[in-house]
């Protein structure tokens, strides 16, 4: 059966310091994995999919087939990446499921 | 502008009435969703459309029913709301390639008292 687990719900960092938010999944094909980033009382965005490859706002995210892990990282954690990250897998059927959820703070 | 617009935004409403909520999409995409959100759940599937008339239960389907009329309208309808279905429910398009991701709309914040 297909999962996405984030195993943290809150995370607090200071400002300047690297972040790493945790996305661990349970899927028997190959794959396809997306983080989204929630701001305050918004919509959900898409922030990255492992299959561009690309760093958005500093934020990469490399798939581990090994350890069926997509954590998501930056260097120098800024005040505006304080939100909610989500980890999200693409099944069969076009559907996604998506993990609980990181609220991520990031300290002054 | 996104391409997608739930509406209304805000909606309080009682026990026991049923409530509809839209899902609008200029996009011609294929795929529409329903998701609720909640403290601790993260995003569940309540519904999805993969085509006009074309629609199948998520994860969460107890209570609530959709219907796809034409390709840019999704409706959601709780036939008989309850305090448990006060939550955050977003709407989502797909195009049908998944490697693209979802696009989200803004959502609407429902309250059952």
């Known amino acids: 059966a297909q999962r996405v687990t984030q195993p943290e719900k809150l995370l607090s960092v200071f400002k300047g310091a690297p972040v790493e938010l945790k996305c661990n999944y349970s899927y028997s094909g190959s794959p396809e994995l997306f983080w989204y980033v929630q701001y305050s009382r918004q919509r959900l965005q898409l922030l990255l999919r492992?299959?561009s490859r690309e760093s958005i706002k500093g934020f990469t995210a490399d798939l581990n087939k090994g350890e069926t892990s997509f954590h998501l990282k930056k260097p120098f954690a800024q005040e505006e990446d304080s939100a909610m990250y989500y980890c999200?897998?693409?099944?069969?059927?076009?559907?996604?499921?998506f993990g609980t959820g990181t609220s991520l703070t990031v300290i002054p | 502008d996104a391409g997608i617009t739930q509406s209304p935004r805000h909606k309080v409403t009682e026990t026991g009435t049923p409530v509809t909520l839209r899902c609008h999409q200029t996009?011609?995409?294929?795929?529409m969703y329903w998701y609720r959100q909640d403290p601790g759940h993260g995003l569940r599937l309540i519904h999805y459309s993969y085509g006009v008339k074309d629609t199948d239960k998520g994860e969460v389907s107890d209570g609530y029913s959709v219907s796809r009329s034409k390709t840019e309208d999704f409706l959601l309808t709780l036939e008989s709301a309850t305090s448990s279905q006060t939550s955050v429910y977003f709407c989502a398009i797909s195009g049908g390639d998944g490697g693209y991701g979802y696009t989200f709309g803004s959502g609407t914040r429902l309250t059952v008292v």
């Open positions: 492992h299959i």
């Open positions: 996009e011609n995409h294929r795929y």
């Open positions: 999200a897998l693409s099944g069969s059927g076009n559907q996604f499921y």
